[in-house]
């Protein structure tokens, strides 16, 4: 079963910064593709960013507007979600997923974290 955990979600106010981390299990980063995405309440999973191995395929969702930036540090099976300019709007539970080719929807990751929830006050 392969393992994703995040971490480094909080409560930041609005125009702070946070970076959140997913660590994965060695198998899975060596071959996987990496994404991250968030869930308000109420609202449908909304991709977030991805990448894939080797760091030279890289997309965003439209409303990241230059504001997060994804990488991931294979020595250490890590990637990582920088946030910066952080608006309430970005309140969410923000998740880590695997799968074998980066996308913008959910399919085709396969492996999922449980998520860090991150909390923008105004």
């Known amino acids: 079963q392969v393992q994703l955990v995040e971490s480094g979600g909080g409560l930041v106010q609005a125009g702070g910064s946070l970076r959140l981390s997913c660590v994965a299990s060695?198998?899975?980063?060596?071959?996987?593709?990496m994404a991250w995405f968030r869930q308000a309440p109420g609202k449908a999973r909304e991709f977030v960013g991805a990448?894939?191995?080797?760091?030279?395929?890289?997309i965003y969702g439209n409303f990241v507007k230059g504001r997060f930036t994804v990488s991931r540090d294979n020595m250490i099976n890590t990637m990582y979600l920088e946030m910066k300019n952080l608006k309430p709007e970005d309140t969410a539970v923000y998740y880590c997923?695997?799968?074998?080719?980066?996308?913008?929807?959910?399919?085709?990751?396969?492996?999922w974290g449980r998520g860090t929830q991150v909390t923008v006050s105004s």
């Open positions: 060695a198998r899975t980063f060596r071959t996987d593709a």
């Open positions: 990448l894939n191995y080797g760091g030279g395929i890289t």
């Open positions: 997923a695997a799968g074998p080719r980066v996308a913008p929807n959910i399919d085709p990751y396969t492996s």
